[in-house]
Structure formats: structure tokens, C-alpha cells
């Protein structure tokens, strides 16, 4: 069964500082590694996307990693903002489909 | 250029009617998607329209479910007979068209069963 696992599922951080969230997943067969931030209310927004050949990729302040042959994928944020706070979800994407992970919710306090 | 829309943003039905949830994509973006959004999960794929292919409904949880659209156009999603477990936020994005990877989201709409 095709599953992605995130971690931690919160995480509250003051403003200013760095923070990285985890996602392993299962999925086979796998195309490519998605991030996206969904703030309260509205639909999620892509940040990165990365196929199985590539190792890094940023968006700004946002640095996606994957490792292909681990399952694994970091998305690491750089001298956070307030208007960070949100959810982050990983999607890996098979051929025709997605599963998605059920996000970490980040909170940048003051 | 105008993103995807959704309607309504908020529905609040009573158990047992029918809800109809109305999703706007991007124009010229052949490929439409239906999520369901549960509290607290990971969005469920629903449904899936490219084109004029047959839709890809494997998603749907039960046949109380359908979706149509309308050519490359707005797309509904019905719910018949709605159930408190039908409540969640239902999310439609819209892709440019085979061979193009990015999707886009609209706002959604959150329904709520009483």
C-alpha cells in the first residue's frame, strides 16, 4: 500500500530560526517527490518538485532534498517568517497517482 | 489570469440531502482532480478528468458520490444523501495537460453535515 509518513506532525519555532520536516514514503512506482504549503483555509500551493534523479531543489527560503534510494525527503526552511506558519505536505507521485501525507502544521511565533 | 475557484467555500447541509459543490479550473487546463480533506488526513484522491477520456472515478468512496464536467470546463461533484462522515473540506485542482506535472488548488469548499 503506498503511504507517506511525516514527521513531527507540529512544531512551533520563533521567528527568525531554521527548521527541517521529514517525509518517508512508499510508493512504488515513484516519479516524483512533492511539497506543498497549505495555509488555514485555503488550497495548498506548490513549493518544490523533484523527480527520482534529483537530490535537491529550492524555492527560496524553502530546500527540498530526496533521497530515491532511502524514501526519504526533507524540506528545510531558512530564517523563518510569521507568514510561514502553515502546513507543509509531502505528495510522491506514481505514474497516475498521488498520496499524500497529512502535513506537519508549523507555527513561527513571534 | 484567474486561479481555480471553488463553490460554495462553506456548505452546511442536514443529514440525508443532496449537496452539489462546484469547482472553476484554470482555462485551457485539460485535467481536472477532486479531493476530499478530512480533519487532521492526508487529501484523498476522488476523481480524475482528462479531456474527453472517461473520468478516473476509483477514488469515490461510494456510489452516493458522482462528478461530471462539462468539456474542458466547470466540473461538479455531487454528494447524495450526505452522512456526518461526508464532512470535510472537498478540494479540486486543475493540471495544463498531459506531460505537465504541476497541480493547482482551488480554496475549496468546507462541508459540514449536521
Known amino acids: 500500500k503506498n503511504q507517506v509518513e511525516q514527521s513531527p506532525q507540529s512544531l512551533i519555532i520563533l521567528e527568525g530560526k531554521n527548521c527541517t520536516l521529514q517525509?518517508?514514503?512508499?510508493?512504488?512506482?515513484?516519479?516524483?517527490l512533492r511539497w506543498y504549503k497549505q495555509d488555514t483555509g485555503r488550497g495548498p500551493v506548490s513549493l518544490t518538485i523533484?523527480?527520482?534523479?534529483?537530490n535537491t531543489k529550492s524555492n527560496g527560503r524553502y530546500t527540498a532534498t530526496l533521497d530515491a534510494d532511502t524514501k526519504q525527503s526533507s524540506l528545510h526552511i531558512t530564517a523563518s517568517q510569521l507568514s510561514d506558519s502553515a502546513s507543509y505536505i509531502c505528495?510522491?507521485?506514481?505514474?497516475?497517482?498521488?498520496?499524500f501525507g497529512k502535513g506537519t502544521m508549523l507555527l513561527v511565533s513571534p | 489570469g484567474a486561479g481555480v475557484s471553488q463553490s460554495p467555500s462553506n456548505k452546511v447541509t442536514e443529514k440525508g440531502k443532496d449537496v452539489e459543490l462546484r469547482c472553476d479550473p484554470i482555462?485551457?487546463?485539460?485535467?481536472l482532480y477532486w479531493y476530499r480533506q478530512r480533519l487532521g488526513q492526508g487529501l484523498e484522491f476522488l476523481i480524475y478528468?482528462?479531456?474527453?477520456?472517461?473520468?478516473?472515478k476509483s477514488g469515490l468512496p461510494s456510489d452516493r458520490f458522482s462528478a461530471e464536467r462539462t468539456g474542458e470546463s466547470v466540473s461538479t461533484l455531487t454528494i447524495q444523501r450526505t452522512q456526518q462522515e461526508d464532512s470535510a473540506v472537498y478540494l479540486c485542482?486543475?493540471?495544463?495537460?498531459?506531460?505537465?506535472?504541476?497541480?493547482?488548488f482551488g480554496p475549496g469548499t468546507r462541508l459540514t453535515v449536521t
Open positions: 485542482a486543475s493540471r495544463a495537460g498531459v506531460g505537465r506535472v504541476e497541480q493547482y
Open positions: 517525509c518517508n514514503y512508499t510508493v512504488s512506482p515513484f516519479s516524483n
Open positions: 523533484m523527480t527520482f534523479s534529483e
Open positions: 505528495v510522491a507521485s506514481g505514474y497516475s497517482t498521488l498520496t
Open positions: 482555462s485551457g487546463h485539460t485535467a
Open positions: 478528468f482528462q479531456g474527453n477520456s472517461a473520468p478516473d
